[in-house]
T-cell receptor, first 114, second 115 residues
């Protein structure tokens, strides 16, 4: 079975500061890794994903994440955040085979302060 | 841009009543999913559906739950006899099914409140 741990439930950051949202996973098989964002009163939107190849992946809205196999981590980063980045961020994994259901972490609420 | 839609956005029901949550996945997608998020908890997988049958389901998806694709466009989740603990946000998702690691596209959710 797969599991995902997001180490921070809430992260407050000042506008234009850098941010890192941490994600660790556990799996006995190879997985794909995803970051989704949920803005208030909206559904989940894909930010970026890692399937294979380069361990640094870039996504929408200036976000990027680095896959670290030895540490089983997939941390999300942005060098300079904006007020509009205020949202809930979810890390998720899926098995490579089969229905590819997503297994989510608990979510991290990112709050950007002016 | 195509999107997944869900109706209703909110549903209030009495314990023991049946509810049907509706989803219209993206046209030409082949894999469909239901997830739920109880307030303050993780988003949890319920069921996946492919080729007109369930391809995988979680422990949560017991006999009280069923899914159906009645007309080639809608994808429904039925809860036969709702319990208080079924109160949650229910998300529908779909993906095209043409390759591995595809993006699952989520709908805005239906907030279900069981009284």
């Amino acid at each position: 079975a797969q599991s995902v741990t997001q180490l921070d439930s809430q992260v407050p950051v000042f506008e234009e500061a850098p941010v890192e949202l941490r994600c660790n996973y556990s799996s006995s098989v190879s997985v794909y890794l995803f970051w989704y964002v949920q803005y208030p009163n909206q559904g989940l939107q894909l930010l970026l994903k890692y399937l294979s190849g380069s361990t640094l992946v870039k996504g929408i809205n200036g976000f990027e994440a680095e896959f670290n196999k030895s540490q089983t981590s997939f941390h999300l980063r942005k060098p300079s955040v904006h007020i509009s980045d205020t949202a809930e961020y979810f890390c998720a994994v899926s098995k490579i085979q089969g229905a590819q259901k997503l297994v989510f972490g608990q979510g991290t609420r990112l709050t950007i302060n002016p | 841009e195509p999107e997944v839609t869900q109706t209703p956005s909110h549903q209030v029901t009495q314990m023991g009543q049946e509810v049907i949550l509706r989803c219209v996945p993206i046209s030409n997608h082949l894999y469909f999913y239901w997830y739920r998020q109880i307030l303050g908890q993780k988003v949890e997988f319920l069921v996946s559906f492919y080729n007109n049958e369930i391809s995988e389901k979680s422990e949560i998806f017991d006999d009280q739950f069923s899914v159906e694709r009645p007309d080639g466009s809608n994808f429904t989740l039925k809860i036969r006899s709702t319990k208080l603990e079924d109160s949650a946000m229910y998300f529908c998702a779909s993906r095209s099914g043409t390759g591995a690691g595809e993006t699952q596209y989520f709908g805005p959710g239906t907030r279900l409140l069981v009284l």
